[in-house]
C-alpha cells in the first residue's frame, strides 16, 4: 500500500491489508527468495573495523564494475557506509564454509573482529577465509524506508571457488531444501 491511499478513518482500502499484516505478508514472500550473503567491512570514524551481513546485494554493472546492496541505517556500518561518496569497503562473499562468519557479523557485538581472522587493505578491513572479496567505493547512496541502497564501484575482485553460502527461508545454508 503507498502512501495516501488509506481511508479517513486510517484504514485500507477494502481488500487490501493492513500495514502490519502486509509487512509480514512481504517479510514471509521474500523470504523465499534465494540470496547469496556477504560481509560488508569499513572503517569507523574512529579508526576501528566495523562490519554486517548483508543479503540484498547483486551486482549491478560491469562498466564500471559495481554492485547494488542495501544495508540498515540503523546498523553502526549502515550509518558508515551511508556517510558518503567515495566511503571505501570491502565486500566478502561467503562460500559454504561461512556460516560462522555470518553469524558473528548478523550479530551484535560491539567487536565483531575480536575472534575472526583479519588484516587491512588500505582503509578496509579484509576478512581472511571468505570465498570471494571485492574492494569498493560508495559511488551512490539511495535513502529508502529504513534501508539505504548504495551503488559500490569495483576498484578490485578475487572471485571465489568453492559452493556459496545462502539465505533462504530465514537460514543460512548452502544447500537448498
Do not use: I, N
Request: with cysteine; net charge negative; hydrophobic share 40%.
Amino acid at each position: 500500500m503507498t502512501e495516501g491511499t488509506a481511508l479517513a478513518d486510517g484504514q485500507p482500502p477494502a481488500g487490501e491489508p493492513a500495514e502490519g499484516v502486509l509487512a509480514e505478508r512481504f517479510t514471509e514472500a521474500m523470504s523465499r527468495l534465494v540470496s547469496g550473503v556477504a560481509v560488508a567491512t569499513a572503517r569507523r570514524a574512529d579508526g576501528r573495523p566495523t562490519g554486517m551481513l548483508v543479503s540484498s546485494l547483486c551486482s549491478y554493472s560491469v562498466r564500471p564494475p559495481s554492485v547494488l546492496m542495501a544495508v540498515a541505517d540503523g546498523s553502526r556500518t549502515g550509518r558508515e557506509l551511508s556517510a558518503g561518496p567515495g566511503t571505501a569497503f570491502g565486500l566478502h562473499l561467503l562460500g559454504a564454509d561461512g556460516e560462522t562468519l555470518a553469524r558473528v557479523f548478523a550479530g551484535g557485538a560491539d567487536d565483531k573482529f575480536a575472534d575472526v581472522l583479519w588484516e587491512w587493505d588500505g582503509e578496509v578491513p579484509r576478512l581472511l577465509g571468505a570465498d570471494g572479496y571485492l574492494r569498493c567505493r560508495v559511488a551512490a547512496a539511495f535513502p529508502h524506508g529504513d534501508h539505504t541502497a548504495l551503488v559500490g564501484e569495483v576498484s578490485s575482485c578475487v572471485p571465489g571457488e568453492g559452493q556459496p553460502l545462502v539465505y533462504y527461508r530465514r537460514r543460512l545454508d548452502w544447500r537448498l531444501r
